[in-house]
Nanobody
Framework: QVELVESGGGLVQTGGSLNLSCAAS????????MGWFRQAPGKDREFVAG????????RYSDSVKGRFTISRDNAKNWVYLQMNSLKPEDTAVYYCNRLPYFTSPQALNAWGQGTLVTVSS
C-alpha cells in the first residue's frame, strides 16, 4: 500500500528557510504527480504546491509563490519542498500526497503524519 513519510519541519525565525522531505512508497512514483499541503491550527488543509511526474511542471498557491520550490528525485522516490523567506502565517503541519494532476489540489491517498513547521515572529 501507499506510504508517505514527511520530515524536515522545525522551528525557524521569520525570514528563515527549511527544506521538507517526503519519502513515498507503494506508488508508480515517476508517473504520479505529487503535491504538498498544509494545515494551520484551526484551519482547513490547503494545497501548497504540485509537481508533475517527471518534474518538468510545477504549480504553487499564491501565498507561497516565489518563496517555495517543489522538486522531486524519482530515483529515490522523494519529494521536497524548499521554503524560503518564511512568515509566521506559514506555520502549519505540512503533508505530501499523490495528485491526479500537478495542477489539481486533490489528494488521492491517506495522509501521513505530516511534519510541523513553526515560524516565530
Amino acid at each position: 500500500q501507499v506510504e508517505l513519510v514527511e520530515s524536515g519541519g522545525g522551528l525557524v525565525q521569520t525570514g528563515g528557510s527549511l527544506n521538507l522531505s517526503c519519502a513515498a512508497s507503494g506508488l508508480t512514483f515517476s508517473v504520479d504527480a505529487m503535491g504538498w499541503f498544509r494545515q494551520a491550527p484551526g484551519k482547513d488543509r490547503e494545497f501548497v504546491a504540485g509537481i508533475s511526474g517527471r518534474g518538468f511542471s510545477t504549480r504553487y498557491s499564491d501565498s507561497v509563490k516565489g518563496r517555495f520550490t517543489i522538486s522531486r528525485d524519482n530515483a529515490k522516490n522523494w519529494v521536497y519542498l524548499q521554503m524560503n523567506s518564511l512568515k509566521p502565517e506559514d506555520t502549519a503541519v505540512y503533508y505530501c500526497n499523490r495528485l491526479p494532476y500537478f495542477t489539481s489540489p486533490q489528494a488521492l491517498n491517506a495522509w501521513g503524519q505530516g511534519t510541523l513547521v513553526t515560524v516565530s515572529s
